[in-house]
């Protein structure tokens, strides 16, 4: 790099870049380089006196407390 040059990153990068003879071939034949699992699992738990309901809001709060 020369003072008072800006340095270009895409050029370096590119110059330090290797790719092994196992790398090019595995993305040659697209196959995955990483395993890809989610982060995130639903669990679905189903706990006594716990059930969704829906709510209208014109509703008499008695009658949803006793819907409940």
Do not use: I
Not at 20 to 36: I, P
Not at 52 to 66: E, G, K, P
């Amino acid at each position: 790099m020369q003072f008072g040059h800006e340095p270009n990153e895409v050029e370096q990068y590119l110059d330090v870049r290797y790719v092994s003879v196992f790398e090019a071939t595995w993305r040659l034949f697209a196959m995955d380089m990483h395993e890809k699992q989610l982060n995130v699992v639903c669990l679905v738990l189903h706990l006594p006196r716990m059930h969704r309901f829906v709510v209208n809001l014109n509703d008499d709060v008695v009658n949803v407390l006793q819907r409940a």
